[in-house]
């Protein structure tokens, strides 16, 4: 069977070879074909992508430390499918999903889904109407973003985003969907779905649709 040159190459050069492959933030773009040349290949290349991806996201973690004092929360990805499926928690803040919110770059994250989890600050005082007011505001501040971005190519890149905060024990929310639909509406190419438990709304789902 004849050998790939490129598996023949000394292991010095094909890491090389892998640097213009892979972008220095591995996500910011699809991923590389040779994923799915061969096994061979594809171990090297998920070393070379995990091991980027957990700078990348160590350095949001600290931005989001430095700018909001805030805590995001999250497992280092051990394979592809972890980080392709990518689980994060972070704290209702008023500042959440805004421009100045670091936690936004993980939005031009090409992503299969990207599943955020609300949780309450550790000194959160319980009170129903501020936790209300806060997260409505942040799920507004998420469809305002996707809104004015739905019409850029591949923005956001993720094929799927939901924004879970069913984990709050702290949300008594009875509807948030008119925020939502007056923030986004229905725009080209994503839809916006809820999912339900009883009475009580637990998580907006962001995908992306095939456009006719």
């Not at 074909?33 to 061979?40: A, E, H, I, K």
């Not at 993980?106 to 992503?111: D, G, K």
């Not at 989890?117 to 507004?140: G, H, I, K, W």
Request: aromatic share 12%.
């Amino acid at each position: 069977m004849p050998t790939s040159p490129l598996i023949a190459l000394p292991a010095e050069l094909r890491l090389r070879v892998y640097d213009f492959v892979i972008p220095p933030i591995p996500l910011s773009a699809p991923p590389s074909g040779l994923l799915s040349s061969c096994n061979f290949i594809r171990q090297e290349l998920e070393h070379e992508i995990l091991k980027r991806m957990a700078a990348f996201l160590l350095d949001v973690q600290a931005r989001c430390r430095r700018v909001h004092a805030e805590d995001m929360d999250f497992s280092i990805p051990q394979n592809l499918g972890d980080l392709f499926n990518f689980h994060v928690s972070r704290p209702n803040n008023k500042y959440s999903f805004t421009r100045i919110d670091p936690f936004m770059a993980l939005m031009y994250m090409h992503f299969n889904t990207l599943y955020i989890t609300a949780t309450s600050p550790p000194d959160f005082e319980p009170s129903p109407f501020r936790v209300r007011r806060v997260l409505q505001s942040n799920t507004r501040n998420l469809c305002m973003w996707m809104s004015t971005r739905a019409a850029e190519k591949n923005q956001p890149a993720a094929n799927r985003i939901v924004y879970d905060w069913s984990h709050d024990p702290q949300t008594f929310i009875h509807s948030i969907k008119k925020d939502c639909w007056g923030a986004m509406g229905r725009k080209e190419g994503w839809g916006l779905k809820f999912r339900h438990q009883g009475w009580k709304e637990e998580s907006a789902e962001f995908v992306r649709e095939e456009v006719g």
